[in-house]
């Protein structure tokens, strides 16, 4: 057996019969034949910035670390093929200096981007759309070691499906994105009033290109990002702003309120008010990737749900109340971000402009009956989780909720008839 693997939030692990890290197509393919020559599943860890067993497997793991090269860069269509194991953050520097940018991105850019858009990951905006659907082309390898490229020129329901696909379908080992000219973001953050925040969502959502809140249990006060494209020259901050702001402030801060609430839970909510009480107005103006990602270093485990932008405010006041509740010891803040509808079939924004809703929680505690008690009000809007992210449905609960789950499962079947890419979530979330 190979040594154990454990992923970011080091609440998931597993130890594989092998780990496999190949550096190009050729050695992809080869890992492949030896799984098979073995009888053995292949699963793609990635960065293990998942909080699900999606990446678990006791057959073979297949780490991507090695593939992380740009291969064609097309300037005037802002197509740009890179391999699968790229990081997001290496990809967005390497990005800029050729002009390019993505157009919207999620707070994390620890993750690789075969991992992310996998998984479903997206940022906010009203008007955008998450990294899966900024994809304009797949190169996978399939359990019989043959390479298909899929494109929506050539295979439009693989795509739709391969740009989500959970690692189901096959091996990414390429993916070609689209972009655009890089652009620079004013960000405001700013405290509110909470009731004055969720009356005017639909202003603050649409008065910005991407708009989020934060809300801590127990508190009257939303933290307000505002980001607005501008023609301004960015202004980078110093390292030591960078350092104070996200290490010291959200990071050594916020770990000590957590530690304190584990340790002392009477105090949360008054922590828990206090933190809110101290936060501030600041602007950051910057090129996009820079202000997008956040530095994360309090490891916690996460659950989050799309639901109909219509339900964005009283899902959000139903999740305060669950959160405020003694026994739960909730001092992570509520995230709620934004996104517009997209056609991907296993997206949690598929055929509606969509509001997503994240709750936290110390892997320590019992996190399961705040995470249950959150995903019921979430099943009564017909909610889809993140795949990447805690929750409990399985098949059954699941299929209803994506028009094109039978289309999926048809390209599954055509692209992975014997199962090879499978393990015990995969099982339970596609049947």
């Known amino acids: 057996m190979a040594s154990q693997w454990r992923n970011w939030a080091r609440d998931q692990a597993c130890r594989p019969a092998a780990i496999e890290t190949p550096g190009s197509r050729a050695e992809l393919v080869e890992v492949l034949e030896r799984a098979a020559s073995a009888g053995l599943p292949v699963r793609a860890s990635a960065s293990g910035h998942s909080f699900t067993d999606v990446a678990l497997t006791d057959g ?37 200096e050729l002009g390019l940018a993505f157009e919207n991105l999620g707070d994390i850019d620890r993750q690789t981007l075969a991992g992310a858009i996998s998984t479903g990951t997206h940022g906010t905006g009203a008007r955008f759309r998450s990294i899966s659907a900024q994809v304009e082309a797949v190169d996978l390898v399939l359990a019989d070691g043959s390479s298909l490229e899929i494109s929506a020129m050539g295979d439009r329901a693989a795509l739709d499906a391969a740009r989500i696909g959970l690692g189901a379908l096959g091996l990414i080992y390429a993916v070609t994105v689209r972009t655009v000219p890089a652009y620079t973001i004013e960000r405001v953050d700013s405290p509110r009033p909470l009731a004055e925040a969720l009356a005017r969502l639909d202003e603050l959502d649409h008065g910005s290109d991407h708009f989020e809140l934060y809300v801590f249990p127990h508190t009257e006060v939303a933290l307000c990002r505002e980001s607005r494209r501008t023609d301004d020259p960015p202004r980078p901050r110093s390292p030591a702003r960078v350092y104070a702001q996200e290490v010291i402030l959200e990071n050594w801060a916020g770990g000590l309120l957590v530690e304190a609430g584990l340790r002392l839970p009477a105090l949360t909510p008054r922590l828990a008010r206090l933190a809110a009480a101290v936060t501030g ?65 296993l997206s949690g924004a598929h055929g509606r402009d969509t509001c997503y809703v994240s709750v936290h929680q110390d892997r320590r505690l019992d996190w399961e009956p705040y995470f249950r008690a959150v995903e019921a009000i ?44 499978t393990n015990a979530y995969i099982k339970r979330v596609l049947g």
């Open 378 to 421: 979430m099943d009564s809007y017909e909610g889809r989780p993140h795949w990447g992210k805690r929750h409990f449905q399985a098949a059954a609960t699941l299929a209803p909720r994506y028009p094109r789950w039978d289309e999926f499962a048809a390209v599954r079947d055509r692209l992975d008839p014997g199962r090879r890419f």
């Open 60 to 96: 073979v793991m297949v780490r991507c670390d090695r593939l992380g090269r740009i291969l064609a860069v097309d300037r005037a269509s802002g197509l740009v093929k890179v391999e699968a194991g790229i990081v997001l953050g290496d990809l967005n520097r390497r990005l800029d």
């Open 281 to 345: 107005r600041s602007t950051t103006i910057d090129r996009s990737f820079r202000v997008f990602a956040s530095d994360r270093r309090i490891r916690f485990t996460e659950m989050e749900y799309a639901i109909g932008r219509e339900h964005a405010a009283e899902a959000v006041r139903r999740v305060l109340e669950v959160a405020a509740r003694p026994e739960h010891r909730v001092a992570f803040p509520i995230e709620v971000r934004f996104a517009a509808a997209d056609e991907l079939m």
